[in-house]
């Protein structure tokens, strides 16, 4: 058969994986479903992934594509790979996908969820989803905050240190939070991401709901590029990558 181009939607708990990226030392994602790939197709198979989540990330819309010779159709890959996938990985959906299709340069959006437990224990069930905050939370002070995110901003401070991403300017379309119960809820919607963005916006949500770090941080950093004025990288644990768009 000739070659083609097809995409999957992924979902993975990210808890015993170092990451998405394929590395020399540790188990990954896009390791385990590449040799699942390459088993299934009887070829060697590469793939390419839309989001390089950390450590510890969870998705539930991670895109990928890959190209293959092999006879299965587009829409069964889906079903044959969970079959041969280890239960905290399952590809949601399978598809053909146009030839020069990028699932990483292409993407036009993306939203990640960052859950936060608010309460004085930690929780047992949730400990692999949601970073644990003792003290209690403002919401309302943290979603005022927030709302410095919106807009096409030079993001310089909310990168990782050493990242050596050459364009920090990255255009935030929303950032809300809602309450219920214990769980806090962050989703943020952009056109991209810095290394590691995610996180340090919800360290430093939580800096402000819990009195530590004053209102108007972000704005400040933002401004100055001054990592040292926001708060912690949150645990990598609470994120999820949720959904990615393309035109």
Request: proline share 3%; glycine share 8%; hydrophobic share 40%.
């Amino acid at each position: 058969m000739s070659m083609r181009r097809v995409k999957l939607i992924v979902e993975y708990d990210g808890t015993d994986y170092a990451g998405w990226q394929r590395q020399i030392n540790a188990l990954t994602v896009q390791q385990v479903l590449e040799d699942a790939l390459s088993e299934l197709a009887q070829e060697q198979i590469s793939c390419t992934g839309a989001s390089r989540t950390d450590a510890g990330v969870h998705s539930l819309g991670q895109t990928v594509h890959f190209d293959t010779r092999c006879s299965v159709p587009d829409d069964k890959f889906c079903y044959a790979l969970n079959t041969m996938l280890p239960a905290d990985i399952r590809v949601r959906e399978s598809c053909q996908a146009e030839p020069d299709f990028h699932a990483r340069f292409h993407a036009k959006r993306k939203q990640y969820r960052y859950l936060i437990h608010n309460h004085a224990h930690a929780g047992a069930l949730n400990r692999n989803t949601h970073a644990h905050v003792m003290y209690p939370l403002d919401i309302e002070a943290m979603q005022r905050e927030a709302y410095a995110l919106i807009g096409l901003h030079d993001f310089a401070a909310f990168a990782a240190s050493g990242s050596i991403v050459k364009d920090t300017m990255r255009e935030i379309y929303s950032a809300q939070l809602e309450r219920e119960g214990d769980e806090v809820r962050l989703f943020v919607l952009g056109n991209g991401f810095l290394y590691n963005m995610v996180r340090i916006i919800a360290g430093t949500l939580i800096g402000v709901g819990t009195g530590k770090l004053m209102p108007g941080a972000i704005s400040s950093a933002i401004d100055t590029g001054d990592r040292l004025l926001l708060g912690p990288t949150a645990p990598a644990h609470g994120l999820t990558l949720m959904r990615i768009w393309y035109s």
